[in-house]
């Protein structure tokens, strides 16, 4: 008996099939067709998805901070860029500049983003509660932009705040061709590929603001 056949013979015990050993073909093709049960997800109201998404996101190491409008986000970052002692340099997603918001003393800039105090300041599409990740369209913003930068801004409606990933997906199948790339994102970059040390900004931003607007302007 080879390898792949005690594979199967296991897999058809544990799983306690009659199928006679010689129809093993058979039995691998329906292990392979056969579809797990979608598991119970836990009922929560939007106020607890919101919650568990904020004690999550934290947990990951993100700044999360609650506004109510995005003229409350433009004064948040205008008193960000005061506080800092070289004045930080703004690059906005295209769907967020596409608002033609007005953003005040902010410098903003449309070349790729330097390694030092670059901000990037994009929208989520949706954020998933149940591990504190964000998902990024690339035909809502580039790639470039989420990696680039030294700090990364995420604006969150808070209605695009979901309980479960398999919610994310779903949302992003509502209706629309798929981009090209999604982008997950959970909190700043970090690895410990270095000496078993986590390096925060190894690959990323070193540090991600979410942003969470009661209502963004769809």
């Known amino acids: 008996m080879d390898s792949r ?11 306690g099939s009659d199928h006679a050993g010689e129809d093993l073909e058979a039995v691998f093709k329906t292990l392979c067709e ?4 979608t598991p119970a997800q836990p009922a929560l109201s939007h106020v607890e998805t919101v919650s568990r998404f904020i004690s999550e996101a934290q947990r990951n190491g993100a700044v999360v901070t609650e506004l ?13 860029a005061d506080s800092q002692s070289v004045p930080p ?30 901000w990037g300041l994009v929208r989520a599409h949706s954020a998933m509660a ?13 790639s ?28 992003l199948h509502d209706g629309q061709p798929l981009p090209r790339t999604v982008n997950l994102i959970t909190g700043p970059s970090r690895t ?21 607007v009661e209502s963004l302007p769809q």
Not at 89 to 118: F, M, R
């Open 5 to 15: 056949t005690r594979i199967i013979e296991r897999i058809r015990q544990s799983i």
């Open 34 to 37: 056969t579809q797990a049960d």
């Open 68 to 80: 109510e409008s995005l003229e409350q986000v433009q004064r948040w970052l205008e008193r960000e």
């Open 89 to 118: 340099t703004l690059s906005l997603s295209p769907q967020i500049a596409a608002s033609q918001s007005d953003w005040g003393s902010l410098t903003l800039s449309e070349d790729t983003p330097q390694p030092v105090q670059s």
């Open 130 to 142: 149940e591990t504190g990740t964000i998902m990024s369209l690339s035909r809502d913003c580039p």
């Open 144 to 171: 470039r932009l989420l990696f680039l930068v030294e700090r990364l801004i995420v604006l969150i409606d808070k209605r695009d705040i979901v309980r479960f990933q398999e919610d994310a997906w779903e949302k």
């Open 192 to 212: 410990a590929d270095i000496e078993q040390q986590i390096q925060i900004g190894a690959h990323g931003p070193r540090r991600t603001d979410y942003l969470i």
